[in-house]
Nanobody, 126 residues
Framework: QVQLVESGGGLVQTGASLRLSCAAS????????MGWFRRAPGKEREFVSA????????YYADSVKGRFSISRDNAKNMVYLQMNSLKPEDTAVYYC???????????????????WGPGTQVTVSS
């Protein structure tokens, strides 16, 4: 089992940067595919980014490609989301999620992710 806690959210202006962190508990962290999702007010939770077990593969939603960067440090049980050139439409609660090894489908949906953090609020003012 994995417990996740996000941090690093806040209120920033358009064009600013933030780095979100996700701290994971558990000795098998390196066996989990990790993802970031977000939920804006009045909208469904949507995929933002994901990273494979060893960090060799990364995935991004089209809306954040070129602005956001995901990384992980398995020695520290941490996942990061560097967010640059933030826009008001990036305003949302951001969630970290963990998917166990062996899932054969896409990691762009919430389906493979068994564990979720409580979320951290990101607000971008215009």
């Amino acid at each position: 089992q994995v417990q996740l806690v996000e941090s690093g959210g806040g209120l920033v202006q358009t064009g600013a940067s933030l780095r979100l962190s996700c701290a994971a508990s558990g000795r098998t962290f390196s066996s989990y595919f990790m993802g970031w999702f977000r939920r804006a007010p009045g909208k469904e939770r949507e995929f933002v980014s994901a990273i494979s077990w060893n960090g060799g593969r990364t995935y991004y939603a089209d809306s954040v490609k070129g602005r956001f960067s995901i990384s992980r440090d398995n020695a520290k049980n941490m996942v990061y989301l560097q967010m640059n050139s933030l826009k008001p439409e990036d305003t949302a609660v951001y969630y970290c999620a963990a998917a166990p090894m062996g899932y054969s489908g896409t990691y762009y949906t919430t389906r493979p992710y068994d564990y979720w953090g409580p979320g951290t609020q990101v607000t971008v003012s215009s």
